[in-house]
């Protein structure tokens, strides 16, 4: 009767296994797409089929039929995941996923982020050769410069419309090094590695940050990108792809000196941190305590640990266990 019961679940599931999967990819920005081909692939790498990627919506890219492949290698997935090419795969039919289905499975099946991205991490994040030629230099360079290496993603741009419009409070340059001299008071010296999309804000933070943590700025340009100032997504979209492709491998250099720092903090107002988060702590092997949110919210497992704790008082109120000698 069990037996029976579990032959129909199991023949149940393989039924509702489907093959391919096309997971499509959109025009918001680098980090909302990043973090849905890492859901995507944990989700999509378990069920005997392609994770495939459109990109045709996608701006990251170095031509028409560019897209995220341009980018990252897919060996390391073994085929579980390639890039949608419509001519050659049109025979399979595939079963199409927007973003809001795979948050929505994600959602009923009760997984939280991190734990499924950090599973895809591994296999997801490989560049292309010409990417990881062009990172290897820039990452030397950093090897080379004074410890500890502590890494700022200073967001402005068009975030600051998008916090008037959510009524969110903006994160400024100040809390940045605020939130890292704060959480890490040991921390003196050494090299600040300014990263992000307003060069007024950063160049605002490097001064604080040099006053306050002694720390000497690391930025690495590639390229001097034409609208330059700060990041806007509309505007960005509308680029050559020259100008895109230059300015993506610009922006993985960034999110890698974030990956090699020793200590990161950013804001939970943007998405990209929760990537870098992933990174450092899936492919890097960094320790998870050294990433801190210096958003209003301070929403780091590290930041609400040590609130949890202070907020209790002196300890203990359990029970006391007395140990004998
Ligand atoms: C995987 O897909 C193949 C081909 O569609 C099918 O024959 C096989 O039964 C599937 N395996 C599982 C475990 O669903
Ligand atoms: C790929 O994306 C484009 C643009 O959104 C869409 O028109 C096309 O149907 C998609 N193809 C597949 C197979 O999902
Ligand atoms: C890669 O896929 C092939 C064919 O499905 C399989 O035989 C092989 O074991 C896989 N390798 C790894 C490392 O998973």
């Not at 919506?57 to 060996?75: I, L, R, S, V």
């Not at 099946?109 to 490989?126: E, G, H």
């Not at 929403?299 to 008082?313: A, E, F, H, I, T």
């Amino acid at each position: 009767m069990h037996i029976a019961a579990l032959l129909l679940l199991c023949t149940g599931l393989a039924a509702a296994v489907q093959g391919c999967t096309v997971l499509e990819l959109t025009g918001a920005g680098f980090a909302a797409n990043a973090v849905h081909v890492l859901h995507a692939y944990t989700l999509f790498s378990q069920n005997n089929g392609t994770l495939y990627l459109n990109s045709t919506e996608f701006q990251y890219k170095c031509a028409n039929e560019g897209g995220w492949h341009d980018f990252f290698d897919f060996t390391a997935t073994n085929g579980s995941m390639a890039n949608y090419v419509p001519e050659a795969d049109q025979a399979e039919t595939c079963a199409i996923y927007t973003f809001h289905d795979v948050d929505l499975l994600l959602h009923n099946m009760n997984y939280d982020w991190f734990s499924i991205d950090t599973a895809a991490a591994k296999k997801v994040w490989r560049f292309t050769k010409w990417v990881q030629d062009e990172l290897d230099p820039v990452l030397e360079e950093l090897a080379q410069m004074p410890a500890p290496r502590m890494g700022f993603h200073i967001r402005g741009g068009d975030k600051l419309t998008e916090d008037v419009q959510l009524s969110r409070m903006t994160t400024r340059p100040e809390d940045f090094i605020v939130t890292m001299a704060e959480s890490f008071p040991h921390l003196n010296g050494g090299t600040c590695i300014m990263v992000g999309d307003d060069q007024e804000w950063i160049a605002e933070a490097s001064k604080i940050a040099a006053a306050t943590l002694g720390c000497k700025t690391f930025s690495k340009t590639l390229f001097h990108i034409a609208t330059g100032g700060s990041h806007d997504q509309e505007t960005f979209n509308h680029e050559s792809f020259e100008t895109k492709c230059a300015g993506t491998l610009q922006f993985l250099v960034d999110i890698e000196l974030l990956n090699h720092a020793d200590y990161f903090v950013g804001t939970t107002n943007s998405g990209l941190p929760h990537i870098v988060d992933v990174l450092r702590f899936a492919v890097y092997n960094k320790d998870r305590g050294t990433f801190v949110d210096a958003s209003f919210r301070h929403q780091d497992w590290y930041s609400r640990m040590l609130r949890y704790w202070k907020s209790r008082g002196p300890q203990p109120r359990r029970r006391l266990l007395t140990r004998r000698r």
